[in-house]
């Protein structure tokens, strides 16, 4: 198996068969993503495009309890200033953009918690597959009092549609596997860990037989679609006022020091 990119926080392999595989590894913080962590996965993106021998790629969290649990909260207690929000939002666009255009099918093996930037990472990928004790959701409304960006939002409304997401948002409930997999969040749900380990390998063997333009075109042709009014590099994007409404307000540092001290918010919504 060769190795390529990787830390101790995130490891990536590829073997023989052209199967890359990346697994967040940090089980003892339910593998919460640092940014270098995020910035890992544009490089480890960078790696598959520059080795035609990739065919497929399986996305995974180490241990039992988690996929990834969004973002390390602790690293928000550096924001102060408005390109710190816009520029996060982007960084995190650049992270699930470089997912999208992978020219290899990508699929996410889903165990255990799957919520806030974990969820993006998921909801990224082409195919998703959980096990029955997976749980999904971006429970912001009740813990950090940020939002997400509009285009998390539009490729989170394309999968479920905007009424669902209004619902997971708006109570911060998580979504069982089975609801998951009834609304189309998920395309298949697994008994265990090693029912998912088993069934991701085999349906990335399966991928890696197939017509590899046939699946490019098909991913880009869609990348298209659901792009075709983003804004020019560099010009202002819609909602980041809404972004920097959330983001640059007391609540949201409420809501971080909340969590972190372990006590209910007090919101103000201001």
């Not at 790629?57 to 929000?85: C, H, M, P, V, Y």
């Not at 590899?212 to 075709?228: D, F, I, N, V, Y």
């Amino acid at each position: 198996m060769n190795a390529a990119p990787a830390t101790d926080e995130l490891l990536f392999t590829t073997d023989e068969a052209g199967i890359a595989r990346i697994v967040l590894n940090r089980p003892q913080a339910r593998n919460a993503m640092t940014f270098a962590m995020y910035q890992g996965l544009i490089t480890c993106c960078e790696a598959i495009t520059g080795n035609p021998a990739v065919k497929a790629l399986i996305i995974t969290g180490a241990g039992d309890k988690a996929f990834a649990a969004g973002t390390d909260i602790g690293q928000f207690r550096s924001f102060n200033t408005a390109e710190d929000a816009l520029g996060y939002e982007r960084f995190m666009d650049r992270v699930l953009g470089s997912l999208e255009r992978l020219r290899v099918p990508t699929i996410a093996a889903i165990a255990g918690a799957c919520t806030g930037g974990g969820a993006a990472i998921a909801a990224a990928c082409d195919l998703r597959v959980a096990t029955r004790d997976a749980r999904f959701g971006f429970p912001i409304a009740r813990t950090l009092g940020n939002c997400l960006s509009q285009g998390n939002l539009k490729r989170l409304s394309g999968l479920i549609g905007p009424a669902r997401v209004k619902d997971i948002i708006f109570t911060a409930r998580l979504v069982g596997a089975e609801e998951a997999l009834a609304i189309g969040l998920v395309g298949e749900v697994v008994e265990d860990r090693a029912a998912l380990t088993e069934r991701v390998d085999n349906l990335a063997h399966l991928l890696a037989g197939h017509a590899p333009l046939t699946m490019q075109a098909t991913k880009e042709g869609l990348r298209r679609l659901a792009e075709e009014d983003a804004p020019p590099e560099g010009e202002a994007h819609p909602g980041d006022d809404l972004i920097l409404m959330c983001y640059m307000s007391g609540d949201f540092r409420e809501g971080m020091e909340a969590f972190l001290g372990k006590r209910p918010p007090n919101w103000s919504g201001r």
